[in-house]
């Protein structure tokens, strides 16, 4: 009986240090990804007269919003509330 509690913990901490590791990636992979999204959407917004490259920049975009899911599932491992990022127009 001790020794099934006492694998029952080593396990609870290695899934506790799996979530750590897995929230601490996504948190830096979200840092990169917004950098990725926000300039493919700055780019769209001024290629207007060139269509191949406003498609090679969607799929840059669209790449990372699904990279962003990904984000969003690893913080979910961890139990973490994503936070939704909303656009906001500097002056």
Known sequence: MLRHTEDQLRQSQKMEAVGQLAGGV???????LTAII??????LGRTENDEMLRMCLGEIKAAGD???ALTSQLLAFRQEQVLQPIVVELK
Not at 26 to 32: G, I, M
Not at 38 to 43: D, T
């Open 26 to 32: 996504a948190h830096d992979f979200n840092n990169l």
């Open 66 to 68: 699904r990279a962003a």
């Open 38 to 43: 926000g300039y493919s959407e700055l780019l």
